[in-house]
């Protein structure tokens, strides 16, 4: 299995431009998540999926960040406009959902990393 | 809402000896709890889990204990070597699928 793939590894991009990060989870796998981390907070988890339906978005920070999985295999987390506040390494993660012991450990992709100059 | 506290934030320990990272929690219906270590520029992966109805598990070096009475559980590294060094995150299962991470403790093992 390929792991969770995330895409673009690394962008650097100016404020105000629209930014897209893309993942693909495991396949099989139920529940889908977006987490950031900056040194500053940690890992956040900001929105959760569950069967590609969102779930929990309370942690989404404002109106400028928006997250869709249109099917099982596809997300995006979308910054419109970009800030400098929001650089930071962007995590996607999956797991399987099952409700059983091992369907609740989550493996991470190897993050995108964001910087808004 | 669901909150998990985590200490020390870094943690400085000769090679050999043991490191202990403990996290205390609010919920009370939290069922499953996995640590995570990461490494520098690498993703968070996971190194031991427990859940509920088990008060410890041990693999290898690493063990964990959980005591839900208390709502706390930890984190103990015994032998420590230079590549233990790391960030380790204590998380924890909320209601649904949802997992919360702690602040992470910043390990390091000198040789």
């Known amino acids: 299995d390929a792991g969770v793939i995330q895409s673009p590894r690394h962008e650097v991009t100016e404020m105000g431009q629209e930014v897209t990060l893309r993942c693909k989870p495991i396949s099989g796998h139920n529940s889908l998540f977006w987490y950031r981390q900056t040194m500053m907070r940690g890992l956040e988890l900001l929105i959760y999926f569950n069967n590609n339906v969102p779930i929990d978005d309370s942690g989404m920070p404002e109106d400028r960040f928006s997250a869709k999985m249109p099917n099982a295999s596809f997300s995006t987390l979308k910054i419109q406009p970009s800030e400098p506040r929001d650089s930071a390494v962007y995590f996607c993660a999956s797991s399987p959902g099952t409700g059983t012991f091992s369907g609740n450990t989550i493996y991470f992709g190897e993050g995108s990393w964001l910087t808004v100059v | ?111």
Do not use: M
């Open chain 2, 1 to 111: 809402g669901e909150n998990v506290e985590q200490h020390p934030s870094t943690l400085s320990v000769q090679e050999g000896d043991s490191a202990v990272i403990k996290c205390t929690y609010s919920d009370s219906a939290s069922n499953y709890f996995p640590w995570y270590k990461q490494e520098l520029g690498k993703r968070p992966q996971l190194i031991i889990d427990i859940r509920s109805n088990v008060g410890e598990k041990k693999d290898q070096r690493i063990a964990v204990t959980l005591n839900k009475t208390a709502k706390h559980f930890s984190l103990h590294i015994t032998e420590t070597q230079p590549e233990d060094s790391a960030v380790y995150f204590c998380a924890l299962l909320t209601g649904g699928f949802k997992t919360i991470f702690g602040a992470g403790t910043r390990l390091f093992v000198k040789a």
